[in-house]
């Protein structure tokens, strides 16, 4: 399994970025997949997460303001990030859930090596 992030960058606040995971070995159809970020010192966070059916979930900072979302040809796995604002500067990871049949069980199977984001004010 391979899980590939991109679409990191620096950004002013209220700025946007398009972060895409491209995803080997494991599909997204059947698999639920996760987006974290993690800062030095902190825990990781779980920003999204969509089943292998498309459900979605979103933690309460990241409501209305980024969107998970993939496309299952290409098996790429997606994070709009809207008005990001400097508490959003983190490293992201994508993740696959360590279970087949697309329910997310909250376990992480596989994950990337990470997207830097740096949002400045």
């Known amino acids: 399994v391979q899980l590939v992030e991109s679409g990191g960058g620096s950004v002013q606040a209220g700025g946007s970025l398009r972060l895409s995971c491209d995803a080997s070995?494991?599909?997204?159809?059947?698999?639920?997949m996760y987006w974290f970020r993690q800062t030095p010192g902190k825990e990781r966070e779980r920003v999204a997460s969509i089943s292998g059916l498309g459900g979605t979930w979103h933690t309460d900072s990241a409501k209305g303001r980024f969107t998970i979302s993939k496309d299952n040809a290409r098996n790429t796995l997606y994070l709009q990030m809207n008005s990001l604002k400097p508490e959003d500067t983190a490293t992201y990871y994508c993740?696959?859930?360590?279970?087949?049949?697309?329910?997310?069980?909250?376990?992480?199977?596989?994950r990337g090596r990470g997207t830097q984001v740096t949002v400045s004010h």
């Open positions: 993740a696959s859930d360590r279970i087949n049949g697309g329910s997310c069980s909250g376990e992480i199977g596989y």
């Open positions: 070995g494991v599909t997204l159809g059947t698999h639920c």
